[in-house]
Nanobody, 123 residues
């Protein structure tokens, strides 16, 4: 099982970024996948998660609702996180993670993790 996150970078407040999580080694349709982030000195938190393809339900942490959108491309086994109206408090290392079946956006429930991608929001 592999998850490869990319798309991070430096952006000004109010700007946008799109993160990609390319997956391989498992049946993409049957896994819930999420984006998590960890800022310096803080615990890792769930940002946006999408359930297995049977439901495609989505969850967003309160602070990103209306600004971030998670989506999945089954043909490419890829999950995206579109981040708009970025704020300085969104600065963190962003990780994608997966678990078989169901839906969860809790760190402890995820079985597989990719390496993170740094997102820095600064003027």
């Amino acid at each position: 099982v592999q998850l490869q996150a990319s798309g991070g970078g430096l952006v000004q407040p109010g700007g946008s970024l799109r993160l990609s999580c390319v997956t391989s080694g498992f049946n993409f349709d049957y896994y819930a996948i999420g984006w998590f982030r960890q800022a310096p000195g803080k615990e890792r938190e769930g940002v946006a998660c999408i359930s297995s393809s049977a439901d495609d339900n989505t969850y967003y942490t309160e602070s990103v609702k209306g600004r971030f959108t998670i989506s999945r491309d089954k043909a490419k086994s890829t999950v995206y996180l579109q981040m708009n109206s970025l704020k300085t408090e969104d600065t963190a290392v962003y990780y994608c993670a997966a678990r078989p079946y169901g839906s969860s956006c809790r760190v402890r429930d995820m079985d597989y993790w990719g390496k993170g991608t740094q997102v820095t929001v600064s003027s």
